[in-house]
């Protein structure tokens, strides 16, 4: 089963990290994330850009277009992971590993329903 | 990362809100730097053993609101000390503050905190220095270092600063809408100030410096979140980002210029271009242009050429043409003459850049680009002259030194003439 793992972090925090924490916290990610793609189990990883480049489509008739993210919240989603894993306790594993390694915030795991790998390539 | 890191990182990204939160509490900025200092000490002690809070600023707040009235208290020995447990148990009033800390506040605490380091009375280097200071949190050693000069020297200037904005009326009251817009203008123009503190330094200060434009950058994002609607704030973030992520490809090794033809691109940052990019769209959405639009938006065109022939120098001139109707300055239009060269050649560019002689008369570039356009025409001798007069005049070494290679070229150019006649 495919499971979406949402990252959810205080991006003004985040921010602040110095360039060296955030590559260290990045090296620490690359760790996690190559033990599961040499298992196969790794699909795609974002990292979001900040909410100060999202812009937000209302579906309203006529739909309404607003600068910012979706939901001012006070922690923001600010990327995601998909995982294969067999079940629900095997994706909170990935879920904790990750978070050992980037402390702070909250992951929400959500098995997903449909997938298409697409093919773009970065 | 480690546990002092972690928390170093939520004080700062708190710093803005707490420290604004705490001047519209006790309307004086060495209490609310106090009370904020004092709450940052209590953040060491108490977040490694209770965990952290979930909302760090509202803690930091309300901390150091609390102990800042007990230290009044004490000094008006009116009241018996309270237990220092009694002020450290915080679960129910943090929930409660953070309800009260709702969004209106919280942006205009920041733009107030942000707007009183534009003091008019201060000098630019004035107010760059207090803002790095009050509102990013950085050390006065961090500050000095900048800008390169002694500890005692920044302390001095920043003390100055802050006597001046003390004596002045900050102004406390919820601004209306026109009141909001001008404080946020000038907000705008101190980051830009700051980056450009940064972002003019020479090769061999570029790496020091480099913080100013890293800070600049994250002030510009901290005003956009609360301002998310403003093209301006989107153009100013757009053009600090796409300015910085040409930072590694600026400088040779021996910290001489490398002009933006000769940068190798491979080495531009292209995060801080796609968000660039995204924030410079998303402005001009909004038809409502702006100088920091406009030069984003050239930036932007820079950016997007993946190799220096492909740069749409028409549009680069068109814009510069914009910016000049809404700031009309020699420096920019010597800089659209730098996109005229390229459309039109470099007769009339020259042609667009004589009548500033005078007003340039003092100005480094005038005479690098003045020179550059002579010696495309072939003028050589002249060429030498303006090149010779950019020497006089560069600011850095690194400025002559670049200087001094179109000269090298001009003499190695000279010696097997006839040779190379015509084009």
């Known amino acids: 089963m495919l499971y979406a793992i949402l990252c959810y972090h205080d991006e003004d925090h985040v921010g602040s990290w110095t360039k060296e924490q955030d590559a260290a916290v990045m090296t620490k990610l690359t760790v996690v994330q190559e033990k599961l793609a040499k298992q196969g189990r790794l699909g795609p990883v974002a990292r979001l850009l900040p909410t100060t480049a999202a812009t937000t489509l209302r579906k309203d008739d006529p739909p309404l277009v607003l600068d910012g993210p979706y939901a001012e919240t006070k922690e923001q989603l600010l990327g995601f992971y998909v995982v294969d894993c067999k079940n629900l306790d095997e994706a909170l594993e990935v879920a904790r590993d990750l978070g050992a390694a980037n402390p702070g915030g909250a992951y929400e795991i959500r098995p997903v329903g449909v997938f298409r790998p697409g093919d773009v390539q970065p | 990362m480690t546990d002092t890191a972690w928390i170093d990182a939520a004080l700062t990204s708190a710093r803005p809100q707490a420290v604004g939160a705490l001047l519209r509490y006790f309307r004086n900025l060495d209490t609310a730097e106090e009370a904020f200092q004092n709450a940052c000490l209590r953040a060491l002690k108490s977040w490694p053993q209770n965990g952290p809070p979930r909302d760090p600023a509202a803690w930091l707040i309300m901390v150091g609101?609390?102990?800042?009235?007990?230290?009044?208290?004490?000094?008006?020995?009116?009241?018996?000390?309270?237990?220092?447990?009694?002020?450290?148990?915080?679960?129910?009033?943090?929930?409660?503050?953070?309800?009260?800390?709702?969004?209106?506040?919280?942006?205009?605490?920041?733009?107030?905190?942000?707007?009183?380091?534009?003091?008019?009375?201060?000098?630019?280097?004035?107010?760059?220095?207090?803002?790095?200071?009050?509102?990013?949190?950085?050390?006065?050693?961090?500050?000095?270092?900048?800008?390169?000069?002694?500890?005692?020297a920044m302390e001095q200037r920043i003390t100055r600063a802050k006597a001046r904005v003390?004596?002045?009326?900050?102004?406390?009251?919820?601004?209306?809408?026109?009141?909001?817009?001008?404080?946020?203008?000038?907000?705008?123009?101190?980051?830009?100030?700051?980056?450009n503190e940064g972002y003019s330094a020479s090769g061999d200060t570029a790496e020091i410096r480099s913080p100013l434009c890293e800070e600049a950058i994250r002030l510009a994002r901290l005003l956009l979140r609360l301002f998310q609607s403003e093209p301006e704030i989107m153009g100013l973030t757009a053009l600090l980002l796409l300015q910085h992520a040409r930072a590694a490809a600026r400088f040779d090794a021996d910290g001489a210029v490398i002009l933006l033809d000769d940068q190798d691109r491979s080495r531009w940052n292209k995060s801080l271009i796609a968000e660039g990019l995204a924030l410079i769209d998303k402005a001009m959405r909004h038809r409502r242009s702006g100088p920091y639009q406009v030069q984003a938006a050239i930036a932007a065109l820079h950016a997007r050429a993946e190799k220096p022939e492909d740069t749409d120098w028409t549009q680069i001139d068109l814009l510069y043409g914009a910016l000049e109707i809404m700031q009309p300055s020699p420096v920019v239009t010597l800089n659209r003459a730098v996109a005229v060269s390229k459309v039109k050649g470099p007769e009339a560019a020259l042609d667009m850049i004589e009548p500033l002689a005078q007003r340039l008369s003092n100005y480094f570039h005038y005479f690098g680009v003045r020179g550059a356009?002579?010696?495309?025409?072939?003028?050589?001798?002249?060429?030498?002259?303006?090149?010779?007069?950019?020497?006089?005049?560069?600011?850095?070494s690194a400025e002559a030194a670049h200087i001094r290679m179109h000269l090298d070229r001009l003499q190695r150019d000279s010696q097997p003439r006839g040779k190379k006649a015509g084009k």
């Open chain 2, 65 to 152: 609101r609390n102990v800042a009235i007990d230290d009044l208290r004490r000094s008006k020995k009116q009241e018996a000390l309270p237990e220092d447990e009694a002020i450290s148990d915080l679960d129910d009033a943090e929930e409660q503050l953070a309800e009260r800390l709702d969004g209106s506040h919280y942006r205009d605490d920041i733009l107030r905190l942000l707007f009183i380091c534009c003091h008019p009375d201060l000098p630019a280097t004035q107010q760059i220095a207090l803002a790095l200071r009050i509102v990013s949190g950085l050390t006065v050693k961090q500050i000095a270092r900048a800008f390169l000069v002694s500890e005692a």
């Open chain 2, 166 to 195: 003390a004596d002045a009326d900050v102004p406390f009251e919820t601004p209306g809408a026109v009141e909001r817009s001008e404080r946020l203008t000038s907000v705008a123009a101190m980051i830009y100030l700051i980056f």
């Open chain 2, 373 to 396: 356009f002579l010696m495309q025409l072939g003028r050589n001798d002249e060429a030498r002259t303006a090149f010779d007069r950019a020497i006089a005049l560069a600011n850095t």
